[in-house]
């Protein structure tokens, strides 16, 4: 499934074949604050059921808050290294959102492309 532009934001849903069905809610919001896309997330198992955050947050750099769109709780990946980062990769303005879902992909090992 491609990203889809809804509300304001792109979305992608994502099933993960393990020991179980995880479904992966995905929403990348442009946010004024860190002058960059941030990529917030929600994970269920096949049932419906939230995966528990300790699951979660077994990766430093993923935080919880309120979704700037939805209002609702979603987790998301730590922005405040990416424009620093890019900026010293010398990443042009038109390839940024495709290195940040690069980098995404990798660290959370989910194929987003």
Same mark, same amino acid.
């Given at each position: 499934?491609?990203?889809?532009? +809804?509300? /304001?934001?792109? =979305?992608?849903? #994502? =099933?993960?074949?393990?020991? $179980? #069905? ?21 994970? $269920?198992?096949?049932? /419906?059921?939230?995966? &528990? ?6 990766? =430093? ?9 939805? /209002? ?15 900026? =010293?990769?010398?990443? +042009?303005? +038109? ?6 879902? &690069? ?5 959370? /090992?989910?194929?987003?492309?």
């Amino acid at each position: 499934m491609e990203w889809e532009t +809804k509300r /304001g934001f792109l =979305e992608k849903r #994502i =099933e993960i074949f393990t020991d $179980q #069905i995880y479904v992966w809610d995905l929403h990348i919001v442009e946010s004024s604050i860190w002058e960059c896309h941030v990529l917030y997330f929600r994970i $269920q198992d096949q049932s /419906g059921s939230p995966v &528990s955050p300790f699951k979660i947050r077994e990766i =430093e750099f993923i935080s919880q808050e309120e979704h700037p769109v939805l /209002g609702i709780p979603y987790y998301f990946i730590h922005p405040c290294q990416s424009n620093l980062l890019m900026n =010293e990769l010398k990443v +042009k303005e +038109k390839d940024r959102l495709q290195f940040l879902i &690069s980098m995404w992909q990798n660290n959370l /090992g989910l194929k987003l492309l």
